[in-house]
């Protein structure tokens, strides 16, 4: 298992920083290395959601809302060869008009994966890094 942590502070209110990048679709339009994010699920994004996801280096792979909780923050889960939990805490400051994007990144891998993982950290930790600045990017753009 490894976990990254990692931060932005973005110039925006929590509310506007949640409802840009909850839902795990807005990740097409900020993330250039997403090709698949597709609700599977009726009804509005919340927990218990549900997606058909794929990244540039992954197989189509199931991610779940496994909280969601507006305008704090929202977790998911996905059960691929590398098992990855995404905390997300919104933590708002200068009287609520920006906010630190608190991220919590830990990944699990399975099967063979295992061997290679420690290499695959390093290229992790530094997408995890850009993903920051990327949402950064999107919200306040």
Not at 2 to 17: F, G, K, L, Q, T
Not at 41 to 63: C, D, I, M
Not at 93 to 117: K, N
């Given at each position: 298992?490894?976990?990254i942590?990692?931060?932005?502070?973005?110039?925006?209110?929590?509310?506007?920083?949640?409802?840009?990048?909850?839902d795990?679709?807005?990740?097409?339009?900020?993330?250039?290395?997403v090709?698949?994010?597709e609700?599977?699920?009726?009804g509005?994004?919340?927990?218990?959601?549900?997606?058909?996801a794929?990244?540039?280096?992954?197989?189509l792979?199931?991610?779940?809302?496994?909280?969601?909780?507006?305008p704090?923050?929202?977790?998911?889960?996905n059960?691929g060869?590398?098992?990855?939990?995404?905390?997300?805490t919104l933590?708002?400051?200068?009287?609520?008009?920006?906010?630190?994007?608190?991220?919590?990144?830990?990944a699990?891998?399975?099967?063979?994966?295992?061997?290679?993982?420690?290499?695959?950290?390093?290229?992790?930790r530094?997408?995890?890094?850009?993903?920051?600045?990327?949402?950064?990017?999107?919200v306040?753009?």
């Amino acid at each position: 298992m490894a976990v990254i942590n990692s931060e932005v502070r973005i110039e925006r209110p929590p509310e506007m920083v949640f409802d840009s990048v909850s839902d795990p679709r807005s990740e097409l339009e900020w993330n250039p290395k997403v090709r698949v994010m597709e609700k599977l699920t009726e009804g509005e994004v919340g927990e218990g959601s549900r997606f058909r996801a794929k990244w540039t280096k992954s197989p189509l792979l199931e991610l779940e809302i496994v909280r969601f909780d507006r305008p704090y923050g929202w977790a998911t889960h996905n059960d691929g060869a590398i098992a990855v939990d995404l905390d997300i805490t919104l933590e708002p400051v200068d009287d609520g008009h920006a906010t630190i994007l608190h991220s919590r990144f830990e990944a699990h891998a399975h099967g063979a994966l295992r061997l290679i993982f420690p290499l695959l950290l390093v290229s992790l930790r530094r997408e995890e890094a850009r993903n920051m600045q990327l949402v950064k990017r999107r919200v306040e753009g």
